[in-house]
């Protein structure tokens, strides 16, 4: 049984073998004869090869190409949250007390890191900050602010009512001598019945939510503090903040002068506006705006708002964008009545009509001309009073007639920001050519300059910029009261009828009357001269091309509302796939 089956297992292994041998010879053969012999017949064929191949080809580019464009129809590269933004600014901090905010540098971090009861909306116009509302009764003598809900201090504190009260009583306090005190001075703060801030004022003022964008301090940290002594107090240096960024450190630049400083500030999570996009903030501050630009085309820095359109060859085209904004702003020629030269509103007449103000405006290109101290953004008048036309024949007669013969000589007073100082060589030019002798100094806008030489009015005529304010109030810059160290009348301006309009102007919430009285202000301005116009200035922004910064959109009233839609502002992107 054995041998009979093994047999029979051999005989498969042999038949298995020799059909093996069979099926590979017979394989090698068809190979051969459909194959290999068939190679020679390739150069026949060969443009068909050649068509078939291309057509694979161009199917695999197009499977590839559609994939590729699938993906980036449903990706996008977005800002999300995230990053740094750092800001190159101009000037000393000697205070991060906000009452004390002077300088650049210290106005941008006060705007960063306190929050104020009235802010400038995306519009240009008044609206609430840290106020849920801020209502005037029908005479414009009580405003009754209230606050939002749920405000905090950076240190978990809430921001109360005695906080506003406390803070307008330091800004009221001589001893401290905030900027801010001239619109609270004979102002009252009290608390009501329904727990809010009731203001009484004087007399009537219509733009008074204006005067309250003021930064507020916390009265739990600096309540038992002497005002004599607030600002050596340590708030200035490690200050509790309710803006939308909260302070965290201060570091040196190595190697430079007390100026350069690096202020990191970090987002504040109970902003009352939101928290931003951006985890942190730095603002870099220079002693001089060559060294602004060295920062920005070396990359220490992301933007600037320091710099001027005649700065724009310097800057690194590639990696930076121009944005230029217009400004509620106005650059004068201000006359200084209380000197000689000067005093006399006829002399002042003549000057105007001798100089060619369009020739001066050449050096402030790209800005919008100006020629009152009012913008129509701020209030449309019917009328206008017209301005002598220019004359330099008639001008050098009246000169002539005024001087009795003897040297004509004037001080010209500016400082070293934007186009000023070109503007101020070119009204030096325009006197010289009616024959006066001329000087011109131009001094760095810091608190020096402040104390030494607007404050003491020391100049015969001052070529500067003045914020004009989103609603129209001149009282600051042209009423008698305001002809004093701690006022803003730049040209020691007084007359009693101009006094009464401006007031009026104020007081009144019809805004029919204020026109009336503001084309009545105008008529005197033109006639007595203290001051010519010149030119709207812009903020020329400069900021790398791959940040998100404030939009286009904003309104700016001053260079800080830029700041008005921080929360909004990016610096880092990703890929997001979009919804189909």
């Known amino acids: 049984m054995k041998n009979s089956t093994k047999k029979r297992g051999q005989k498969l292994i042999r038949r298995f073998s020799r059909a093996s041998?069979?099926?590979?010879?017979?394989g090698k053969e068809h190979i051969k004869e459909n194959l290999i012999d068939r190679f020679s017949h390739i150069a026949d064929i060969r443009l068909l090869i050649l068509e078939w191949s291309l057509l694979i080809g161009a199917l695999m580019m197009?499977?590839?190409?559609?994939a590729f464009w699938f993906g980036n129809s449903y990706a996008e590269n977005v800002f999300v949250k995230g990053g740094t933004y750092t800001e190159a600014t101009l000037g000393d901090v000697k205070s991060l007390n906000p009452l004390f905010a002077t300088t650049s540098s210290e106005k941008t971090l006060s705007r960063l890191m306190f929050a104020t009861l009235s802010t400038v909306d995306y519009s240009g116009h008044p609206g609430i900050g840290l106020a849920e509302s801020i209502m005037p009764n029908e005479d414009g003598k009580v405003w009754t602010v209230r606050l939002r809900d749920g405000l905090k201090w950076s240190d978990g504190e809430p921001i109360t009512n005695d906080d506003v009260i406390f803070?307008?009583?330091?800004?009221?306090?001589?001893?401290?001598?905030?900027?801010?005190?001239?619109?609270?001075a004979k102002v009252k703060v009290t608390i009501n019945e329904n727990n809010e801030i009731v203001f009484n004022l004087p007399t009537a003022y219509s733009d008074f939510i204006t005067a309250l964008n003021f930064p507020i301090v916390p009265k739990h940290i600096l309540g038992?503090?002497?005002?004599q002594t607030l600002i050596e107090n340590n708030f200035s240096n490690t200050p509790v903040t309710s803006g939308a960024f909260n302070y965290n450190a201060t570091q040196a630049t190595a190697g430079t002068n007390s100026e350069e400083k690096v202020f990191y500030l970090s987002a504040n999570p109970d902003y009352y506006m939101g928290q931003t996009m951006l985890n942190s903030f730095a603002i870099h501050t220079y002693s001089s705006r060559d060294d602004i630009i060295s920062s920005l085309n070396a990359g220490s820095t992301t933007a600037t708002a320091e710099l001027s359109g005649a700065d724009a060859g310097r800057i690194n085209a590639a990696s930076f964008i121009q944005k230029n904004s217009s400004l509620n702003s106005g650059a004068f020629i201000f006359f200084n009545t209380s000197k000689e030269i000067v005093k006399n509103n006829e002399m002042r007449a003549a000057i105007r009509q001798g100089i060619?103000?369009?020739?001066?405006?050449e050096a402030a290109p790209d800005t919008l001309a100006l020629d009152y101290p009012l913008l129509k953004a701020q209030i449309e008048l019917n009328h206008y009073p017209e301005i002598p036309a220019h004359d330099t024949v008639a001008a050098k007669n009246k000169l002539d007639e005024l001087g009795g013969g003897q040297p004509l000589k004037v001080d010209i007073a500016t400082v070293n920001s934007g186009y000023l100082p070109n503007v101020a060589e070119a009204v030096k030019a325009q006197l010289e050519e009616l024959g006066f002798e001329v000087t011109v100094s131009s001094y760095e806008e810091n608190q020096d300059f402040i104390n030494n030489v607007i404050s003491k009015r020391n100049y015969d005529i001052l070529v500067y910029e003045v914020e004009l304010g989103a609603d129209p109030d001149l009282l600051p810059y042209y009423h008698s009261s305001q002809a004093s160290v701690s006022g803003l009348n730049l040209s020691n301006y007084r007359n009693v009828l101009v006094d009464d309009l401006l007031l009026g102007a104020r007081d009144t919430l019809n805004e029919e009357l204020r026109v009336k009285k503001y084309e009545s202000f105008l008529e005197h301005w033109v006639t007595d001269v203290p001051a010519i116009g010149l030119y709207q200035p812009n903020l020329t922004y400069y900021y790398n091309k791959n940040v998100r910064t404030f939009s286009n959109d904003v309104r700016l009233v001053t260079a800080l509302d830029r700041f008005s839609d921080i929360t909004s502002w990016a610096v880092t992107k990703a890929?997001?796939?979009k919804t189909p």
Do not use: C, H, M, W
Not at 21 to 26: G, I, L
Not at 62 to 66: E, G, I, P, S, T
Not at 224 to 227: I, L, R
């Open 21 to 26: 041998v069979k099926a590979s010879e017979e």
């Open 62 to 66: 197009l499977a590839f190409a559609q």
């Open 167 to 184: 803070t307008t009583d330091l800004i009221k306090n001589p001893a401290v001598g905030s900027a801010y005190g001239s619109n609270l």
């Open 224 to 227: 038992d503090v002497d005002p």
């Open 356 to 361: 060619n103000i369009d020739k001066i405006r």
């Open 575 to 577: 890929t997001k796939n």
